[in-house]
């Protein structure tokens, strides 16, 4: 059986030698990144309720770091329980996209982890100067643009991997692979 993807995957009948799932597109991977952050901002603001009464109160000082604090908490519980349940968040679930281990199994506790870590390290800058391009009297945009360097770089990366991987799916030992219907 010849598959013009080098990455698709399926068993050869016959053989006990498995070929690698299918990768997604750069561009379907990429389409589903706007659609995850506004599911991500509707949970935030969901669970910013209990801060609500404050009336400035979690602007600055203790409070502002504890809203922070409980923010990524909550945008990693999100990722984490989805990706531990069915491999897939509600964007990704749309798009027919999968996360899933090196060798396409579903993902344990600790290697979601490590890709939650390694996956913010190139996302977070991005949506922090997303933010801060909104908002050119607090920085000028020229100097926005180098935080979204490590988001650019993780792209870049999959023209060239031979697997089309994303480098924060290689360095966390991860795969976004085709969802079955």
Not at 13 to 18: F, L, M, R
Not at 50 to 79: D, N, T
Not at 88 to 94: I, R
Request: charged share 15%.
């Amino acid at each position: 059986m010849t598959e013009s993807n080098p990455a698709a995957s399926e068993q050869v009948a016959g053989t006990s030698a498995p070929v690698r799932a299918a990768t997604p597109s750069i561009k379907r991977r990429l389409a589903c990144l706007p659609y995850e952050g506004l599911i991500l901002l509707a949970l935030l603001l969901i669970f910013t309720f209990p801060f609500a009464g404050m009336k400035g109160a979690a602007e600055s000082g203790r409070m502002h770091a504890v809203l922070q604090i409980y923010f990524c908490f909550v945008a990693g519980a999100y990722f984490l329980v989805f990706w531990l349940r069915s491999g897939q968040t509600l964007a990704m679930k749309t798009w027919r996209v999968k996360v899933c281990d090196a060798n396409a199994q579903q993902l344990t506790f600790k290697r979601a982890v490590i890709k939650l870590v390694i996956s913010a390290l190139f996302y977070v800058p991005a949506c922090v100067g997303l933010v801060l391009f909104f908002f050119p009297a607090r920085i000028h945009p020229a100097e926005t643009a180098w935080l979204f360097l490590p988001l650019v770089a993780t792209v870049l990366w999959a023209w060239f991997d031979a697997d089309r991987q994303f480098l924060h799916d290689r360095l966390s030992g991860t795969r976004i692979i085709e969802a079955k219907i």
